[in-house]
């Protein structure tokens, strides 16, 4: 196949595996007479590897990690359960954050519609500009 058969096939750019290739996630496929690149049926099967891993949340470097792991079937199973944990504890934790952001977030808009509540249309300061202006760490001169 060559690149754009192989991109409708997978739904990725040829920007995109030509990316791949560059960084040594794809291997440098075979060219015809004509210098176009073709496509084996493993190399799909790498690129949809790739795109589905990438679905999932990983970056390029643990998918490069895992591109190594499909060819060591002794250890790859355990290997894989290592790393979808940690996967899973780092999304918990930017979870966790996200959350604590909201509630930050509603408090700030509660003191906003109280005090616009409470101005009745006259100038006052906003107070969450107010508090932000005010810096919780003393300064060092």
Aim: aromatic share 4%.
């Amino acid at each position: 196949m060559r690149i754009g058969q192989i991109s409708k096939h997978t739904g990725l750019s040829v920007d995109a595996i030509r990316f791949y290739e560059r960084n040594g996630l794809l291997a440098a496929p075979a060219r015809s007479q004509g210098g176009f690149r073709l496509y084996s049926a493993a190399d799909l099967s790498t690129l949809g590897f790739i795109r589905n891993l990438q679905t999932l949340g990983f970056s390029l470097t643990e998918i490069r990690e895992f591109l190594s792991l499909r060819t060591n079937d002794l250890r790859a199973c355990s290997e894989m359960r290592k790393k979808l944990d940690r996967k899973i504890k780092d999304i918990h934790a930017k979870r966790t954050g996200l959350v604590k952001l909201e509630d930050e977030l509603k408090a700030a808009l509660k003191k906003c519609n109280s005090q616009l509540k409470r101005s009745r249309g006259k100038s006052v300061a906003c107070p969450v500009l107010a508090a932000a202006g005010k810096s919780k760490h003393k300064r060092v001169a």
